[in-house]
């Protein structure tokens, strides 16, 4: 089964606002990824978190992250256009090497 | 530094013809992983190679796949007898020894008719 739930699954929002998306899992982790995906195009790396991290920032991203509640979240604040995009959160357990990806959030910036 | 590169981009097979799909790491990148992502749906894990050896092939199915990492050479995803549920997109990442963050390819798409 799948280890990340996304949520939500698609977000449509305006520029200049902020987007949040969630993650949750059910195993335990090393670290949570956050990965962006343009359609049609491969994964690009946007931030790590490890397990005992509770928040990370990079730029205009914000990742959190509950350990107790098995969740996390994205923030992009003051989005734009090109943020226009698939989301993914990855998790990273005991096995080395595995990532396992949550289902993802559309996330769709009107100009 | 190029990136990950994978090829071809895209690949059209009929039903029980062979597929071959190939991943070039980053330079001074030793290990290699293999996605799968259905239409709609996030990535899958398949397989984890470092140079001559499997390390994880928890995700493969187990007829008709198999990977290698030659020491020389790009890594190859082969796909014996396919079927059309064997249409995806085929997604390999690189990483360096010690290093958690994985870098990706644009993918092969393959489509089995």
């Known amino acids: 089964s799948q280890q990340g739930e996304e949520d939500p699954q698609a977000l449509s929002i305006q520029e200049g606002e902020n987007a949040t998306m969630n993650c949750s899992y059910k195993t335990s982790i090393n670290n949570l990824q956050w990965y962006r995906q343009n359609s049609g195009r491969g994964l690009v790396h946007l931030i790590l978190?490890?397990?005992?991290?509770r928040e990370k920032h990079s730029g205009r991203l914000r990742v959190t992250l509950d350990t107790s509640k098995k969740s996390s979240s994205l923030l992009i604040t003051a989005s734009r256009a090109a943020d226009t995009a698939s989301y993914f959160c990855?998790?990273?357990?005991?096995?080395?090497?595995?990532?396992?990806f949550g289902q993802g959030t559309i996330l769709t910036v009107h100009p | 530094n190029a990136g990950v590169m994978q090829n071809p981009r895209h690949l059209v097979r009929r039903r029980g013809q062979e597929a071959r799909l190939r991943c070039s790491p980053m330079?001074?990148?030793?290990?290699v992983y293999w996605y799968r992502q259905l239409p709609e749906e996030g990535l899958k894990f398949m397989v984890y190679l470092q140079k001559e050896n499997i390390i994880d092939e928890s995700g493969m199915p187990k007829e008709r796949f198999s990977a290698e990492f030659p020491k020389e050479g790009p890594s190859i995803l082969r796909i014996q007898q396919v079927v059309r549920g064997d249409s995806a997109a085929y997604f390999c990442?690189?990483?360096?020894?010690?290093?958690?963050?994985?870098?990706f390819g644009p993918g092969t798409r393959l489509l089995v008719l």
């Open positions: 990855a998790t990273a357990g005991t096995s080395y090497g595995k990532l396992t």
């Open positions: 990442a690189s990483s360096p020894l010690g290093v958690e963050t994985q870098y």
């Open positions: 330079k001074g990148h030793s290990h």
């Open positions: 978190i490890r397990s005992n991290e």
